[in-house]
């Protein structure tokens, strides 16, 4: 797998690391043993004529990139339930290891040279999955396989600002885009009878100090 020419301008090393890059900052977790529900096999995604399925022989059960049918259903959904544009320019998809996203986020270079990777804060939560917006480019996890609904939020949430980008909306700071894309995948969880408290523990107050523009 090829990655994005690492050879930046000053300028848009400076954009990419001051939040062009957006993220979501939260590991893959396994769900938690006390469910509200659980997961139905099928679920067809409101307003299209996709279907999803889950405990089946259709389920992929390795690292599979998301499929164009999959990525309209999901723009189609966003654009009915929040203020998104119905913009089938999809992005390109590509699974790097967890480390060179966690890179990408922090310093805005697509590196798995220790002295890039060095550059990452201690102490930050884990970075499960990024969006370049300069290359239109969603990096999510080796081993992602959409085959959870943990996962499938994941891309949604990545969706969320990829459509952000082709809308050129603007945000206080980059903390405020985020608001919107939590609240698609926690929407979207919810069409499996799970949420982001439960699969990400993601509760209230992590949403303000995810949300907020702090200064």
Partial sequence: ?????????????????????????????????????????????????????????????????????????IVTWLSVNFDLPRDYSYPAVKLEPAPKIATFHHTGLLSDRPQDMTEVPPGQREVVAAYDPLAKTIYLPQGWSGSTPAELSVLVHEMVHHLQTLARLKYECLQ???????????KWLRLFGRDLATDFEVDEFTLIVSTRCIY
Avoid: C, N, W
Wanted: glycine content about 4%.
């Fill in 176 to 186: 405020a885009s985020e608001e919107l894309a939590y609240a698609a995948q926690d």
């Fill in 1 to 73: 797998m090829s990655s994005p020419p690492l050879l930046f301008s000053a300028v848009l090393i400076s954009a990419a690391m001051l939040g062009l890059a957006h993220a979501e900052q939260r590991t893959l977790a396994a769900p938690t043993p006390v469910v509200k529900q659980a997961t139905p096999q099928k679920v067809r995604i409101p307003g299209t004529d996709y279907e999803i399925s889950f405990g089946t022989r259709q389920s992929p059960s390795h690292a599979t990139l998301p499929s164009q049918a999959l990525l309209k259903a």
